[in-house]
C-alpha cells in the first residue's frame, strides 16, 4: 500500500508492507511529470495499491492521472489518516511522510474506503448535472426576451439573479430606490465641514453580488466603459474601492433603465393591435347578442322606462318573442303564484282582549277616571324656595 499526501506544491508519498512496516518513501514536485515519477518509484512493487488523500481535493489530479495509468486507487478522508496518526504517536506533531504513513495504514485497515473509480463518476455527473443548471438560466432570459444582457459583463447567469430578486420593477420610485434597494447607495456619514460616505451593508446581497460581479467584468476588460469610469474615478484620488463602488453604482442605474424598458415592452403587448389582449370579434359579437345574455338587459328599454306612456299596453318584440330580451334561465324557471293579501278586521276598545289592559294598567286607570290629561301642576314664576316651606306666605 502507497499512501500519498498531496499538496499544492509537491506530493509525498510512502510505501508500507501488509504488515505496515514502511519500505520507502519519496518526494515529488507537484507538476506534469509527478505521476511518472511515482510510478518509475513504485515498479518495485507490481502489486499495488494508491491511497491518496484528499482525491476530491488537492489529490484530485494526481488521482486522475494514476487512474489514467491504469492502476488502483483509493480515497482516504483526512480525518480517517488523522485518527490513525493520534493514536499511533499520541501526540499531534506531524510533517510530511508522518502524514503519508497513516493514510496507508487506514486504506488497509478501513474496509469502508472508496475506490476513487466511483468517486470520480460521480464527479464527472455532478458536472454534467451542473452544465445543464447554467442551460436553464439562459432559456429562461431567452424567452424573456429582456435587453440586460446587452450590458457589458451581464450574462445569462446574472441576468436571471436579477429578473428573480427584482421581480416587478414597478414597486421602485426611482433609480435611487433601487440602488438603495441592492446596497449599491453609499451611507453619509458627514460631520460639519467633513463630507463622507461609507459602505451600505443594507439591501439585497444576492442582487448586490450580482452587480458586484458585472462590476469586476468590466474591469477586466480595458475596452469597457466600466474600466474608463473605474479609471477616471483614480485619476480623481480615489481609492481602488471608492472607484469600485461608483462603477456598481452606474451600473445599478444601467440596469434600472434595461428592466423599466422590460415593463415597458410587456406592457405594450399587453394591450395589443385593439387595446386588450386576446379581442375575437366573433366571439364578442356571438356573447353580445341578446338571445345569449345570462343576466339580461342592464338599462332597462322604453317599454320598462317609469317616464313611458301608460296607456301603450302593446307588448314589445321582445315580449312577443317569448321575452328573449330576458334572460334564458329565468324563461325556463316555473311562473311564480300570485300574492294573496289577507285583511285583518279592525276590533273596537270593547272587543279587545284584557291583556291590553294588563300590558298597560296605569293608562286603563287614568282613562277610567278621566285623568289621562292631567299633569304636574306647575309653580309660578317668582316664587322663591323659603316661601314653598312656608305654605306660600311671603
Same mark, same amino acid.
Not at 491518496?52 to 488502483?72: I, S
Not at 463518476?121 to 458536472?127: E, P, V, Y
Not at 469600485?244 to 424598458?261: D, M, T, V, Y
Given at each position: 500500500?502507497?499512501?500519498?499526501?498531496?499538496?499544492?506544491?509537491?506530493?509525498?508519498?510512502?510505501?508500507?508492507?501488509?504488515?505496515?512496516?514502511?519500505?520507502?518513501?519519496?518526494?515529488?514536485?507537484?507538476?506534469?511529470?509527478?505521476?511518472?515519477?511515482?510510478?518509475?518509484?513504485?515498479?518495485?512493487?507490481?502489486?499495488?495499491?494508491?491511497?491518496?488523500?484528499?482525491?476530491?481535493?488537492?489529490?484530485?489530479?494526481?488521482?486522475?492521472?494514476?487512474?489514467?495509468?491504469?492502476?488502483?486507487?483509493?480515497?482516504?478522508?483526512?480525518?480517517?489518516?488523522?485518527?490513525?496518526?493520534?493514536?499511533?504517536?499520541?501526540?499531534?506533531?506531524?510533517?510530511?511522510?508522518?502524514?503519508?504513513?497513516?493514510?496507508?495504514?487506514?486504506?488497509?485497515?478501513?474496509?469502508?474506503?472508496?475506490?476513487?473509480?466511483?468517486?470520480?463518476?460521480?464527479?464527472?455527473?455532478?458536472?454534467?448535472?451542473?452544465?445543464?443548471?447554467?442551460?436553464?438560466? +439562459?432559456? =429562461?432570459?431567452? *424567452? $424573456?426576451?429582456?435587453?440586460?444582457?446587452?450590458?457589458?459583463?451581464? /450574462?445569462?447567469?446574472? #441576468? !436571471?439573479?436579477?429578473?428573480?430578486?427584482?421581480?416587478?420593477?414597478?414597486?421602485?420610485?426611482?433609480?435611487?430606490?433601487?440602488?438603495?434597494?441592492?446596497?449599491?447607495?453609499?451611507?453619509?456619514?458627514?460631520?460639519?465641514?467633513?463630507?463622507?460616505?461609507?459602505?451600505?451593508?443594507?439591501?439585497?446581497?444576492?442582487?448586490?453580488?450580482?452587480?458586484?460581479?458585472?462590476?469586476?467584468?468590466?474591469?477586466?476588460?480595458?475596452?469597457?466603459?466600466?474600466?474608463?469610469?473605474?479609471?477616471?474615478?483614480?485619476?480623481?484620488?480615489?481609492?481602488?474601492?471608492?472607484?469600485?463602488?461608483?462603477?456598481?453604482?452606474?451600473?445599478?442605474?444601467?440596469?434600472?433603465?434595461?428592466?423599466? +424598458?422590460? =415593463?415597458?415592452? *410587456? $406592457?405594450?403587448?399587453?394591450?395589443?393591435?385593439?387595446?386588450?389582449? /386576446?379581442?375575437?370579434? #366573433? !366571439?364578442?359579437?356571438?356573447?353580445?347578442?341578446?338571445?345569449?345574455?345570462?343576466?339580461?338587459?342592464?338599462?332597462?328599454?322604453?317599454?320598462?322606462?317609469?317616464?313611458?306612456?301608460?296607456?301603450?299596453?302593446?307588448?314589445?318584440?321582445?315580449?312577443?318573442?317569448?321575452?328573449?330580451?330576458?334572460?334564458?334561465?329565468?324563461?325556463?324557471?316555473?311562473?311564480?303564484?300570485?300574492?294573496?293579501?289577507?285583511?285583518?278586521?279592525?276590533?273596537?276598545?270593547?272587543?279587545?282582549?284584557?291583556?291590553?289592559?294588563?300590558?298597560?294598567?296605569?293608562?286603563?286607570?287614568?282613562?277610567?277616571?278621566?285623568?289621562?290629561?292631567?299633569?304636574?301642576?306647575?309653580?309660578?314664576?317668582?316664587?322663591?324656595? =323659603?316661601?314653598?316651606?312656608?305654605?306660600?306666605?311671603?
Amino acid at each position: 500500500m502507497i499512501g500519498v499526501d498531496p499538496h499544492k506544491a509537491s506530493h509525498t508519498a510512502v510505501a508500507i508492507s501488509a504488515a505496515e512496516e514502511p519500505l520507502g518513501e519519496l518526494r515529488v514536485s507537484a507538476c506534469a511529470a509527478q505521476a511518472g515519477r511515482l510510478l518509475a518509484w513504485a515498479a518495485a512493487w507490481p502489486q499495488r495499491t494508491w491511497a491518496v488523500e484528499g482525491a476530491g481535493g488537492l489529490g484530485h489530479l494526481l488521482a486522475r492521472q494514476l487512474l489514467a495509468a491504469g492502476e488502483r486507487v483509493l480515497d482516504v478522508p483526512p480525518r480517517l489518516g488523522a485518527r490513525v496518526r493520534l493514536l499511533a504517536a499520541g501526540d499531534t506533531n506531524k510533517n510530511d511522510p508522518d502524514d503519508a504513513r497513516p493514510v496507508a495504514v487506514a486504506a488497509l485497515r478501513s474496509a469502508g474506503v472508496r475506490e476513487v473509480r466511483a468517486f470520480l463518476d460521480d464527479l464527472r455527473r455532478i458536472d454534467a448535472q451542473v452544465r445543464e443548471t447554467r442551460k436553464t438560466p +439562459a432559456t =429562461a432570459v431567452q *424567452a $424573456a426576451g429582456t435587453c440586460l444582457t446587452r450590458l457589458f459583463g451581464v /450574462g445569462p447567469v446574472i #441576468a !436571471a439573479a436579477v429578473i428573480g430578486d427584482v421581480r416587478d420593477v414597478s414597486r421602485f420610485g426611482s433609480r435611487d430606490h433601487f440602488a438603495a434597494c441592492n446596497g449599491t447607495a453609499p451611507i453619509e456619514v458627514s460631520s460639519g465641514p467633513r463630507k463622507t460616505c461609507r459602505l451600505s451593508r443594507r439591501g439585497n446581497r444576492r442582487l448586490n453580488h450580482a452587480i458586484h460581479m458585472a462590476a469586476v467584468t468590466q474591469i477586466r476588460h480595458r475596452h469597457s466603459d466600466g474600466r474608463a469610469c473605474y479609471d477616471k474615478k483614480l485619476a480623481e484620488s480615489k481609492t481602488p474601492k471608492e472607484a469600485l463602488r461608483s462603477l456598481k453604482r452606474q451600473i445599478s442605474n444601467a440596469i434600472f433603465a434595461c428592466l423599466q +424598458a422590460d =415593463a415597458a415592452r *410587456a $406592457a405594450a403587448r399587453a394591450e395589443g393591435p385593439g387595446g386588450q389582449q /386576446g379581442n375575437d370579434s #366573433a !366571439a364578442s359579437a356571438a356573447g353580445s347578442h341578446p338571445r345569449h345574455r345570462l343576466f339580461g338587459q342592464a338599462t332597462p328599454g322604453p317599454g320598462h322606462h317609469p317616464t313611458a306612456a301608460a296607456g301603450n299596453t302593446a307588448p314589445s318584440p321582445a315580449r312577443a318573442r317569448g321575452g328573449a330580451g330576458h334572460s334564458s334561465i329565468a324563461a325556463t324557471l316555473p311562473p311564480a303564484p300570485p300574492r294573496v293579501q289577507v285583511e285583518r278586521p279592525q276590533r273596537s276598545e270593547d272587543e279587545r282582549p284584557a291583556g291590553a289592559a294588563r300590558r298597560r294598567p296605569h293608562s286603563a286607570a287614568r282613562k277610567a277616571t278621566g285623568q289621562g290629561s292631567l299633569r304636574k301642576p306647575q309653580r309660578p314664576k317668582g316664587t322663591s324656595q =323659603a316661601a314653598k316651606n312656608t305654605g306660600g306666605a311671603p
